[in-house]
């Protein structure tokens, strides 16, 4: 029997998690930035709109000399919601098309709202799983 697409973007998600833990380069802080990075996306989205929001963590992965830091977990994020929203599947809003801000500023508006309501979909599970793998538990904190 086929799994559904909420299956898929739990797989996707959990699979980019132990990907994340997997990598021994990460430190625990860089772990815990980018669960804190992947629980405010959804806001944002929801605030300023996905091109905003991506355009966003693009900006704040700039380091030295105006250049992408592909370590940053601003950096990672957008790559990891990029490579949802534009894999090759038939349900991918931007199916094929590679890079997301080009999708983004290229496409139509029916699909910026099929990608942002997806974006919101799959952060629904990544969100969940980031904070359950990645982030630090707070001093103090017993619950």
């Excluded at 929203?85 to 931007?94: G, H, I, N, T, V």
């Excluded at 590679?98 to 999708?103: F, I, S, V």
């Amino acid at each position: 029997m086929p799994r559904t697409l909420d299956q898929d973007r739990a797989a996707y998600s959990l699979q980019k998690v132990k990907e994340i833990i997997e990598d021994r380069t990460f430190s625990e802080d860089w772990k815990d930035k980018y669960a804190g990075y992947v629980e405010s996306l959804p806001a944002t989205i929801l605030n300023c709109g996905l091109g905003q929001a991506a355009a966003t963590l693009l900006a704040a992965s700039k380091k030295q000399n105006n250049n992408l830091s592909e370590n940053d977990p601003h950096y990672f994020l957008y790559k990891h919601l990029q490579n949802w929203l534009c894999r090759d599947s038939k349900e991918a809003p931007y199916n094929r098309t590679g890079e997301l801000m080009k999708a983004i500023t290229a496409g139509d508006r029916h699909s910026y709202i099929l990608a942002q309501a997806e974006a919101l979909k799959w952060l629904e599970w990544h969100k969940k799983l980031a904070v359950a793998y990645l982030k630090k538990d707070k001093v103090g904190d017993q619950s």
